[in-house]
């Protein structure tokens, strides 16, 4: 009875997983009506729709995306590369409208540095917060390990109440 219960729950485990699997799996959003005709010209446009962001979500390339916007630039990538543009011809078209936080990769540039050192910069000031939390510790620790000295009246309370105590 407790090993099939054990089963159940294993299998039942193994399931949730690789249904978490597949489901995590980005699917393409392009629908048939888009695909060009051409299978050179559609590999093309598969290519670089996936170096364009969707500007709707943000995480992910217009290819995966199905927000209206995603499928609008999709269609326009095609329609630049049916009309003979180059790849760079085509991406800097749709750059040109949606500036450069349209592409996943935006090239190092003045207005996009934060972008490349900002995560660095993040890390640097959290280990130099870290390393001070940690000297402040380390310092606090050291003064309540060494015993603190006693003024001259407090020594004299401490001597009068012990010679009470003796004279007892």
């Known amino acids: ?15 949730t997983m690789a249904s ?7 699917g393409r959003a392009v629908t048939p ?3 060009l005709q051409d299978p050179a010209l559609e590999a093309r446009a598969r290519v670089l729709s996936q170096e364009l962001r969707c500007v709707v979500c943000q995480n992910q390339s217009i290819d995966d995306s199905n927000a209206p916007l995603a499928r609008d630039l999709r269609v326009l990538l095609r329609e630049r590369l049916k009309s003979g543009d180059g790849d760079r011809e085509a991406v800097d078209f749709i750059v040109a409208r949606y500036g450069n936080f349209v592409l996943l990769k935006p090239p190092m540039q003045l207005n996009t540095i934060l972008l490349w050192v900002g995560p660095l910069l993040i890390l ?19 003064q309540a390990d060494t015993p603190s000295r006693l003024t001259d009246k407090e020594l004299e ?12």
């Not at 640097?124 to 050291?142: K, N, Q, T």
């Open 157 to 168: 309370q401490i001597n009068a109440i012990l010679n009470e105590r003796s004279h007892r």
């Open 33 to 35: 009506d888009e695909m």
């Open 20 to 26: 978490l699997a597949i489901a995590c799996v980005p």
């Open 1 to 15: 009875m407790m090993q099939r219960q054990l089963i159940r729950t294993t299998l039942f485990g193994f399931a």
């Open 124 to 142: 640097l000031l959290a280990g130099l917060g870290f390393r001070r939390f940690i000297g402040r510790s380390a310092d606090s620790g050291e």
